[in-house]
């Protein structure tokens, strides 16, 4: 699948964004006044910004207000609800909290469990489609939603929780790479998708059209599954080691905080970035890839 | 609500027969000739006389090669469009309301002044039938000319999709497979019509007719004639020999 920027930016940053906010939420850390101001803003401008970047990948922007109408059959439609909702929530939670030094701990439980389902059903978003078959798997929601809360821990200051949820996710995602190697397109052959092999061996003698074109940029991208490899040592070194080993034997300042973020930052990045390069989608294979 | 229909009164679509489909992609300029003019956004080409053209197409011919365990390879020519699927994957994930499957009649279509242009319901098709279009970012499909098949304004025998009107080698059928007596129903019946990627249970309306196997060629050997000749050209045969 063709990894636009634009996407890869919008499902770390906002899953970052709305971590941060989930952990604030439930008073962790206990911030009010000013202080509390400098973190919910951090975590609006990166759930906001993601969900901006989200916007930019859209053809036809000026449709993008209807998507909050089919709620009943489409995740994609949840999503847009869930992070208005959640947005919203935690918007009346930080104001009594910033400016009127009050902590209104049900709204702040309650922000917490939409901003954690709004991460949850951007997982959905790729765990429903059988098209792609390494990311229908029972792994893409808890790792979407340990990016979450691992970095979310991170920027809460949460060195302890941080380093488990980050050791967790570092161990899901190698079960879900594992996996997804061996899942394959899940059963999906040129012989299945073209009902040719009844007569035997198929393969592609002329692609329909000598350019390139909407389906092969979109869903035949080929590049990220060369540097696979190097992407997932880069994912986990950077994403999860680094972090968990900053979180536990250094002391934490905001030097090690800000270290830790940043590689964190980039090996999530380089994650996402194969999470989308090294999926393959069953309707390449009408054109042999 | 892009939620599918329970059922639907027909199930218009498609039988492709890859037995006689020549590979000669009329259906594909028809129907790019068809649908530029007239339902929805015109499908636009990029670069159209340059060194990299591509653009939008509801209907791409591919072809394949087929290679049996013994015996000379098959060359299947493969027309590939929406399949119209009774289980349409594409449908239900569209977050504006712009995919939806029609009750009447089974067709599957995009209401281009609701999309928003996301892409999801492409990810979502396994076949490759939806293209977003480079222009005017909204999703294109096949809507099996639903401008020409209840349109009073053309000639009857024009009243069926343009790749079917325009198919020199009658590869193309189209008719209610909802009705096991349609011509249709009973084509994919006789010639064991199949489904496109099963596993992934989208139940497709329309349906391929397999190619029917090739001849194998004959083993008799060639005999060598003449042996008995006289005369001159027993002479010949001999003076030749000894060259």
Redesign the interface.
């Known amino acids: ?1 063709h990894p636009a920027p634009s996407v890869i930016a919008f499902t770390t940053l906002s899953g970052l964004g709305f971590g941060l906010l989930a952990f604030l939420g439930l008073g962790l850390p206990p911030v009010t006044g000013w202080v509390s101001f400098v973190f919910f803003f951090l975590g609006y401008a990166l759930a906001v910004g993601g969900l901006l970047a989200s916007v930019a ?8 207000i ?2 909050f ?2 709620w ?6 949840r999503e ?1 609800i869930a992070a208005v909702a959640a947005l919203s929530v935690m918007a009346v939670f930080a104001i009594a909290l910033i400016f009127f030094d009050i902590r209104l701990r049900l709204v702040g439980l309650l922000g917490a469990l939409l901003c954690l389902t709004t991460v949850f059903t951007t997982s959905m ?1 790729y765990t ?5 078959p390494r990311w229908n798997m029972w792994t893409t929601p808890p790792v979407f939603m340990l990016h979450c809360l691992g970095g979310g821990a991170l920027l809460a200051g949460q060195p302890r929780l941080a380093a488990i949820l980050l050791a967790l996710l570092g161990a899901l995602m190698v079960w879900a790479w594992i996996e997804g190697d061996e899942k394959g397109r ?3 052959t ?1 012989e ?5 092999g ?12 000598s ?5 092969l940029k ?2 035949a991208y080929q590049v990220g599954r060369k540097h696979a490899v190097k992407l997932r040592v880069l994912a986990l070194a950077l994403g999860i080691v680094v972090p968990v080993l900053l979180m536990l034997f250094l002391p934490v300042t905001h030097f090690t905080a800000f270290v830790a973020i940043i590689a964190h930052l980039v090996g999530i990045f380089a994650g996402r970035w194969l999470f989308f390069a090294e999926a393959e ?3 390449a294979l ?2 042999g890839r | 609500m892009t939620s599918l229909p329970q059922t639907t009164e027909k199930k218009l679509g498609l039988v492709i027969d890859l037995d006689t489909c020549v590979g000669c992609h009329a259906c594909v300029v028809s129907c790019k000739e068809w649908n530029t003019s007239n339902y929805g956004a015109p499908l636009s080409d990029i670069d159209a006389y340059g060194a990299e053209p591509h653009g939008t197409f509801l209907n791409r011919v591919h072809s394949f090669e087929a290679q049996p365990e013994s015996g000379c390879s098959q060359t299947v020519h493969f027309p590939k469009s929406c399949l119209h699927c009774e289980d349409a994957p594409c449908v239900t994930v569209c977050p504006t309301g712009a995919s939806y499957k029609r009750e009447e009649d089974g067709i599957v279509l995009v209401n281009e002044d609701d999309c928003m242009g996301c892409g999801l319901c492409a990810w979502s098709c396994p076949y490759g039938a939806r293209e977003l279009d480079e222009i005017f970012g909204v999703m294109k499909k096949c809507t099996l000319c639903v401008d020409r098949i209840y349109n009073d304004n053309i000639p009857e025998e024009d009243r069926v999709p343009s790749c079917v009107r325009t198919c020199p080698s009658n590869a193309r059928h189209f008719g209610d497979l909802g009705d096991p007596e349609s011509d249709v129903s009973k084509l994919v019946a006789a010639r064991e019509g199949f489904d496109l990627m099963p596993e992934l249970g989208t139940k497709p309306v329309n349906k391929y007719l397999p190619p029917r196997l090739k001849d194998q060629p004959s083993k008799a050997e060639l005999t060598p004639q003449h042996t008995d000749a006289k005369g001159l050209f027993a002479w010949l045969d001999k003076a030749l020999e000894k060259l």
């Open positions: 699948m990948h859209l053809a036809n922007p000026k449709n993008a209807k998507a109408s089919q009943r059959s489409s995740w994609l439609s847009g978003i429903q489609l059988k098209t792609v899940a059963g999906s040129m299945t998708a073209t009902g040719l009844r007569i035997g061996k198929v393969r592609l003698l002329e692609p329909p059209h350019g390139e074109n909407y389906l979109e869903m989608h069953v309707q009408y054109y």
